[in-house]
């Protein structure tokens, strides 16, 4: 593990820090300060001056609209836009720009990249993640939504759940069934299809927060291009493992900071209410603090691999379990030192459903119930608190790993 940077590395953050204050406004303390339309109006007009700044898409090739930045480079702008209270992008540009447009970027033809990267870059095209299902969360492989291919379209009939950010989009990334005689893992394609179209039909889920940020999305006799195929057919699995490396690295530089700026905001909680004098609520924030710097030490070893240009491996899911079974406990923890505070609403709930609240929000019951809230789904979006620490079983430590019953052709698994 590498818990420093060169130093030519803090030339680029200099300028990036010039950047910042060249184009937020004097006062500017976070978008968190916002409220829910003011953000929008925000995000849009940030969003524009990033693009025309070549800081949209910062570590796509200059070629495709990007910014042509190093991992280094990339990493370093995650952390002062955190730092800063800012967005990356707009809305779904993390599934637009670090997902599927780096997974085009790799995987895509030349067509596809002349045809989809620019209109990512200019927000014609807005994506969403087609990967879960009813029957293939945690065991992503046992997909069973099918697609068919009918002349020169393909033919898209299934089920997606947990779709964030779906009700925004009007593009999804699939992965469906179009071999359903090998063993499942080798039977998958990548399809890039058009929501906007009869056959898609997306229901907004309800969460504990009231908000409504994940999607099921249901395909009855929808359609694509023949064309609109990532990789090859039945080759999707190589190309979706991919995708889900691109968001890693990025991640373990700036959570870690999300979560010491959260911890620092309850600890001025904490002392405004007087909770801190009491001893066991005392102990549980020092242990808090700790956790923190703990998951920054967690969060360079895995941007070590990633500046080094390596994917994170399996060890990727002890950094997952951890940060997630943290914030868990220090939302509780929150709960603890509004004590009866905690009963009543004051101000506004969370931006986001994900993670602590934005950089700039109030430090009052409102945001801190929000995130008590959303925090419950931590450990089960991206890979259940109990599928990581399998993989952190078999994959990291080499126990026996469990029994498998569904060897063999994917029809003939039980379903």
């Given at each position: 593990?590498?818990?420093?940077?060169?130093?030519?590395?803090?030339?680029?953050?200099?300028?990036?820090?010039?950047?910042?204050?060249?184009?937020?406004?004097?006062?500017?303390?976070?978008?968190?300060?916002?409220?829910?339309?003011?953000?929008?109006?925000?995000?849009?007009?940030?969003?524009?001056?990033?693009?025309e700044?070549?800081?949209?898409?910062?570590?796509?090739?200059?070629?495709?609209?990007?910014?042509?930045?190093?991992?280094?480079?990339?990493?370093?702008?995650?952390?002062?836009?955190?730092?800063?209270?800012?967005?990356?992008?707009?809305?779904?540009?993390?599934?637009?720009?670090?997902?599927?447009?780096?997974?085009?970027?790799?995987?895509?033809?030349?067509?596809?990249?002349?045809?989809?990267?620019?209109?990512?870059?200019?927000?014609?095209?807005?994506?969403?993640?087609?990967?879960?299902?009813?029957?293939?969360?945690?065991?992503?492989?046992?997909?069973?939504?099918?697609?068919?291919?009918?002349?020169?379209?393909?033919?898209?009939?299934?089920?997606?759940?947990?779709?964030?950010?779906?009700?925004?989009?009007?593009?999804?990334?699939?992965?469906?069934?179009?071999?359903?005689?090998?063993?499942?893992?080798?039977g998958?394609?990548?399809?890039?299809?058009?929501?906007?179209?009869?056959?898609?039909?997306?229901?907004?889920?309800?969460?504990?927060?009231?908000?409504?940020?994940?999607?099921?999305?249901?395909?009855?006799?929808?359609?694509?291009?023949?064309e609109?195929?990532?990789?090859?057919?039945?080759?999707?699995?190589?190309?979706?493992?991919?995708?889900?490396?691109?968001?890693?690295?990025?991640?373990?530089?700036?959570?870690?900071?999300t979560?010491?700026?959260?911890?620092?905001?309850?600890?001025?909680?904490?002392?405004?209410?007087?909770?801190?004098?009491?001893p066991?609520?005392?102990?549980?924030?020092?242990?808090?603090?700790?956790?923190?710097?703990?998951?920054?030490?967690?969060?360079?070893?895995?941007?070590?691999?990633?500046?080094?240009?390596?994917?994170?491996?399996?060890?990727?899911?002890?950094?997952?379990?951890?940060?997630?079974?943290?914030?868990?406990?220090?939302?509780?923890?929150?709960?603890?030192v509004?004590g009866?505070?905690?009963?009543?609403?004051?101000?506004?709930?969370?931006?986001?459903?994900?993670?602590?609240?934005?950089?700039?929000?109030?430090?009052?019951?409102?945001?801190?119930?929000?995130?008590?809230?959303?925090?419950?789904?931590?450990?089960?979006?991206?890979?259940?608190?109990?599928?990581?620490?399998?993989?952190?079983?078999?994959?990291?430590?080499?126990?026996?790993k469990e029994?498998?019953?569904?060897?063999?052709?994917?029809?003939?698994?039980?379903?």
């Amino acid at each position: 593990m590498q818990p420093t940077y060169a130093p030519e590395a803090e030339i680029f953050r200099t300028r990036i820090k010039g950047f910042l204050s060249d184009n937020l406004p004097d006062n500017w303390v976070g978008i968190g300060a916002l409220d829910a339309e003011a953000a929008q109006v925000f995000i849009d007009s940030w969003r524009k001056i990033l693009s025309e700044n070549q800081l949209l898409a910062a570590s796509w090739p200059k070629e495709f609209g990007g910014g042509g930045l190093s991992h280094l480079e990339s990493v370093i702008l995650a952390e002062e836009f955190q730092k800063a209270g800012v967005p990356t992008g707009g809305s779904n540009d993390a599934f637009s720009i670090q997902m599927v447009g780096n997974t085009i970027i790799q995987w895509g033809t030349d067509e596809q990249k002349a045809h989809f990267l620019p209109r990512i870059i200019s927000g014609q095209d807005i994506w969403c993640q087609g990967y879960s299902e009813p029957n293939a969360g945690s065991d992503l492989a046992n997909v069973g939504c099918k697609a068919e291919l009918d002349g020169d379209e393909w033919q898209i009939n299934g089920q997606k759940i947990w779709t964030s950010a779906g009700h925004l989009a009007n593009w999804i990334f699939v992965l469906a069934r179009t071999d359903a005689d090998v063993v499942k893992h080798r039977g998958i394609t990548f399809l890039l299809v058009p929501m906007e179209q009869e056959g898609v039909d997306v229901r907004p889920i309800k969460m504990i927060s009231g908000d409504s940020e994940f999607n099921e999305v249901f395909f009855t006799d929808a359609k694509t291009a023949k064309e609109n195929v990532i990789g090859e057919v039945n080759g999707g699995w190589g190309v979706a493992m991919t995708l889900l490396g691109y968001e890693r690295g990025e991640a373990a530089a700036t959570m870690p900071l999300t979560f010491k700026s959260e911890v620092g905001r309850l600890l001025d909680l904490a002392k405004e209410n007087g909770t801190n004098e009491d001893p066991v609520i005392r102990d549980q924030l020092v242990a808090a603090y700790m956790q923190t710097q703990i998951m920054g030490y967690l969060g360079m070893r895995t941007l070590t691999k990633f500046l080094a240009g390596e994917h994170p491996g399996a060890d990727a899911s002890i950094f997952k379990l951890f940060w997630s079974e943290y914030h868990r406990e220090v939302t509780e923890l929150s709960m603890a030192v509004l004590g009866a505070n905690g009963m009543i609403i004051d101000g506004k709930f969370p931006s986001s459903a994900f993670g602590p609240d934005s950089p700039g929000a109030a430090n009052n019951s409102g945001s801190w119930i929000g995130t008590f809230l959303n925090a419950r789904a931590g450990t089960i979006y991206a890979g259940t608190s109990q599928v990581q620490r399998n993989i952190i079983g078999e994959m990291v430590l080499g126990l026996p790993k469990e029994p498998k019953l569904d060897r063999g052709p994917w029809k003939d698994v039980p379903k």
